[in-house]
């Protein structure tokens, strides 16, 4: 399943609501455990890349993504 990883910015339910109407199933989380599981992963963009970074450390979810991304290459 394709991940949508919340870590409370950029507009996410645009996102999920776009692969709603290409019929992808996808879901939204910042659940460290849903994003290890994951097939595919999207972090929307966002204007500042310091906050955005800021964000993901304070949710613990860099290692989980540094996992995902760097070692098993999965992004989407």
Known sequence: ?????N???????????KF???SVKC???S?????????KL???GVGHFQYGMNKLKELDLLEALN????????LL
């Open 1 to 5: 399943m394709i991940t949508i990883i």
């Open 7 to 17: 870590y409370k910015m950029g507009n996410l339910r645009s996102v999920h609501n």
């Open 20 to 22: 709603k109407r290409l």
């Open 27 to 29: 879901n939204i989380s």
């Open 31 to 39: 659940d460290k455990e849903e994003i290890s599981k994951a097939e």
């Open 42 to 44: 999207i972090l929307p």
């Open 67 to 74: 996992n995902k991304v760097l070692e098993q290459k999965i």
